[in-house]
């Protein structure tokens, strides 16, 4: 949750990390001017969707963060009792779009068009807390058929299977995943994602998403293959 900020920004920064993605943030809706207010007083651009009120009050939040001096921009987002999408796009030479997505336990509605609709037509990362195991269920077959590969699992520290998963379009997997250090009540694992469709005046860049309820995206350096 957000109460861990100093943690991921710690870590964000033990990685040389430019991109992050938050699930459970926790945050209402009052709460995220103060929250983006924070995260620019420590060189970050926030964009998020609220917590969900009412039923299910304080569940759910999602957050993308981009260190300066990149551009983030909010192309869309989704918010109902089931959940909520952020789809935001971190702008290089090529636009990378950034998915970051929370289902809620045993939520039974339609959010999966909601969060591969944007996907379509461009270079993408998924990040999402869905709280369903990625393999042999509809949503992972969902993301496969738009060509989507698995680059990184997570689970609650209860859990005995995967609830949490990161997804790359097609050509930006080059690397195995690695646990993480367990920030929040999620453990984490991280993985190599060439990021060729991104590049920087100093060449493509390198993307290394990290999943503890987030995953985070490293400073742009020159790809050296492999």
């Known amino acids: ?11 964000a920064s033990r990685r ?7 699930q459970e ?13 924070f995260a620019q007083s420590n060189g970050w651009q926030l964009l998020g969707t609220p917590a969900r009120a ?12 981009a260190r300066e001096p990149l551009a983030l921009q909010r ?26 997505a929370y289902r809620r336990p045993g939520a039974e509605g339609e959010l999966l068009d ?3 609709a944007p996907l379509q037509g461009r270079s993408w990362v998924l990040a ?37 998963s990161v997804w790359v379009v097609p ?16 453990g984490g694992s991280a993985v190599s994602l060439n990021c060729q469709p991104w590049s920087t005046s100093s060449g493509p860049a390198r993307l290394s998403p990290l999943l503890v309820d987030l995953s985070l995206c490293p400073r742009p350096t020159p790809f050296s293959g492999g």
């Open 1 to 11: 949750s957000y109460r861990h900020i100093h943690e991921v920004f710690a870590e």
């Open 128 to 164: 999402t807390d869905w709280n369903m195991n990625p393999d042999g269920t509809e949503f992972g077959r969902h993301v496969r058929r738009l060509g989507g590969l698995l680059a990184a699992t997570s689970q609650h520290v209860r859990s005995s299977r995967p609830t949490d």
């Open 114 to 116: 909601a969060a591969l």
């Open 16 to 22: 040389q990390a430019d991109v992050l993605c938050l």
């Open 25 to 37: 943030t926790g945050l209402t809706a009052h709460q995220l001017p103060g929250a983006a207010r």
């Open 75 to 100: 192309l869309h987002s989704h918010l109902d009792d089931e959940g909520q999408i952020l789809v935001g796009e971190v702008h290089g030479s090529t636009p990378l779009t950034v998915v970051c």
């Open 171 to 186: 050509g930006l997997l080059t690397g195995e995943s690695s646990p993480l250090p367990v920030l929040s009540d999620h």
């Open 54 to 65: 009412g039923s299910h009050s304080g569940r759910g939040g999602t957050a993308l963060l």
